[in-house]
Each structure stands twice: as structure tokens, then as C-alpha cells.
């Protein structure tokens, strides 16, 4: 019998309940390098920003090695997390809600706030001098809508009116599209249009809407605030969240959210690395934040669109 066998022999006499089998393995061996998937910034390759450093607080966080795996794009990054080679992945809101649906495998783990305490994005629809009076009205109205693939000005909106049961086909007679946001907006500042579909910055806890957003722009293209009326407000676009596989282990899901819950005012230059958009922290999410994004996900694939 060697030491070891003869120590447990021995421990077993003082204390029959006491086990002296195998140690389970720890989390850490089971998933043995954890992988962190990015999409890198335009132009930036497969280049990202303070590597090193992102990579050495991952690890002091989960004491464990980690790497960063960049992808070219959404579609790759959805791809790697619902095959498993890849646990934690940074989004848009509407790359998590379509990799939710791909594979039904990922859950939200924090987003970013700003430092004004925004949490995303509202739909707006706003009007001149009470031209439309409500959104019954719309139809015989001229309402200028941005390009099919603004999120705030087209992708939101339809989506959430159709949540409340008004349905607005994109060739609607009385939309009147532009090549961009700031035609859609010049468009009522000329008089081209009566109402202007447009979005604004808000906060999670139901308040409306935050400085910012295309309420301001109007006003500093010339229209003053009480000239403003806004007839419609969808629900809250949260930013894109970090999410991590649904089978990641509880105490690698702690041990993260700890850690980027704290990092902006721990290693504020570690934050700013990792997200430099939102300057206000990140925050814990659940799947239920992010109810706004499938539904537009929804909307796209059952239109057959590719947006």
C-alpha cells in the first residue's frame, strides 16, 4: 500500500463518512482554454487593441488561460459560439438575438450603460406642430422613414409597431424613404414631410428618453423644442450585450460578472479597452432586456430579409 493509500486507510479508521476518492475536476480542466470571440473594427484586422492586457485581466478573473478569437463579422462570431468553440462572445443587440435563435444556446451576461445612464435606444416618432395627431392618422400623412438598415429609424419602429399590432409595410404609400438619416431629418425641417421616424438615447428604468438622439438634431438644424411632438415611442433597444454559452459553469458566470461589473471603476483603462463606446460600466442583463432585439430578428426572417 503506498503513502497515499495508507494516509486515506487511516483517515477512513478516524472518520468513516470522510472520502477519500478522486477530486472532481474543477471547471477550469473541463473547459481547458476559455475563448473569447470579438469582432474586430473595420480596417483593424486581426488586430485588437490592448490584447495582451485584455487577455491578462480574463485570466486573473477566472484563473484560467484565455484567448481572444476575432472574427471577420457577426455571422462568424454567431457561428463559433453556437458550435462551442468559442464561451464568451461581444455583440450588437441584434447579432445576440440572432445567434439566440440560431442556436437557443447563449444567455446575456452584462451590457454597456452610458455615463448619462443610458441603456440603448428608443423609436421615436416625432412630428411638426402637431401635423400628425396621432398614429391613426399616419396614412394620410407623409411620413419620412431612414434606410431599411437604421436599427432607430426603420428596423425598430416597424418592429415595434407591429408588437402593438399596427402593421406598416415597408412600401407603404405614405412613407416617404431617404438615403440617409439626416435626409429623413431635412425632410421635416424643409416641410417634405409631416412626421419623421427617428430614435432617441434612454435609460432601462422607464424613463423616456435622455439628451441626444434625433429630437437634438432636429433642434440644431433649426427647429426649436416646442415645435416637437413625439406620437409614438417604441420599447428599449438595449446596447449589445457580452454573452456567454447557457452551458458555461455557474462559478465562471459569477467570477465574470463580478469582474466586469467592477471594471469600470477598478481598471478604468482596462473598461475603456474593452468597451470604448459606453462610458458608464457594464451592467448585469438577462435574456428578457433583450426581448426588443428578437423581436426584430423575427420580424426580418419573416419577412425573408437579411438585415
Known amino acids: 500500500m503506498n503513502a497515499a493509500l495508507k494516509a486515506c486507510a487511516a483517515l477512513l479508521v478516524v472518520n468513516g463518512t470522510l472520502w477519500c476518492g478522486p477530486a472532481r475536476p474543477d471547471w477550469r480542466d473541463d473547459i481547458g482554454t476559455f475563448r473569447i470571440g470579438i469582432v474586430a473594427e473595420p480596417g483593424a484586422g486581426n488586430t485588437v ?3 495582451a492586457l485584455l487577455t491578462q485581466a480574463f485570466t486573473d478573473a477566472l484563473g484560467m488561460k484565455v484567448e481572444f478569437v476575432v472574427a471577420r463579422d457577426y455571422a462568424a462570431l454567431i457561428e463559433a459560439q453556437a458550435d462551442a468553440r468559442i464561451e464568451y462572445a461581444i455583440y450588437s443587440a441584434t447579432a445576440y438575438a440572432t445567434a439566440l435563435r440560431r442556436c437557443g444556446c447563449v444567455e446575456p451576461l ?14 421615436v416618432l416625432l412630428t411638426r406642430d402637431g401635423r400628425l395627431p396621432d398614429l391613426a392618422a399616419m396614412e394620410t400623412h407623409r411620413i419620412a422613414m431612414p434606410p431599411p438598415d437604421s436599427a432607430g429609424g426603420s428596423l425598430l419602429p416597424l418592429a415595434g409597431l407591429a408588437a402593438g399590432h399596427v402593421k406598416i409595410a415597408e412600401d407603404a404609400s405614405f412613407l416617404i424613404h431617404a438615403d440617409s438619416a439626416s435626409a429623413a431629418e431635412k425632410m421635416l425641417v424643409d416641410g417634405q414631410a409631416d412626421a419623421l421616424f427617428g430614435w432617441v438615447k434612454a435609460a432601462a428604468d422607464g424613463q423616456p428618453q435622455l439628451p441626444g438622439g434625433t ?35 455557474p462559478e465562471a458566470r459569477r467570477r465574470l460578472t463580478v469582474f466586469l461589473t467592477n471594471l469600470k471603476s477598478t481598471t478604468p483603462d482596462i473598461y475603456d479597452l474593452l468597451e470604448s463606446k459606453h462610458a458608464g460600466g457594464f451592467v448585469a442583463v438577462a435574456p428578457r432586456d433583450y426581448a426588443t432585439a428578437e423581436a426584430i430578428v423575427r420580424m426580418v426572417a419573416t419577412d425573408g430579409g437579411q438585415k
Open 215 to 249: 429630437q437634438a438634431r432636429l433642434e440644431a438644424a433649426g427647429l426649436s423644442a416646442p415645435a416637437l411632438q413625439v406620437v409614438w415611442t417604441s420599447g428599449l433597444l438595449r446596447y449589445g450585450p457580452h454573452a456567454v454559452r447557457s452551458d458555461l459553469d
Open 110 to 123: 452584462v451590457a454597456p450603460v452610458d455615463s448619462d445612464g443610458a441603456a440603448g435606444i428608443r423609436s
Open 49 to 51: 487593441p490592448g490584447l
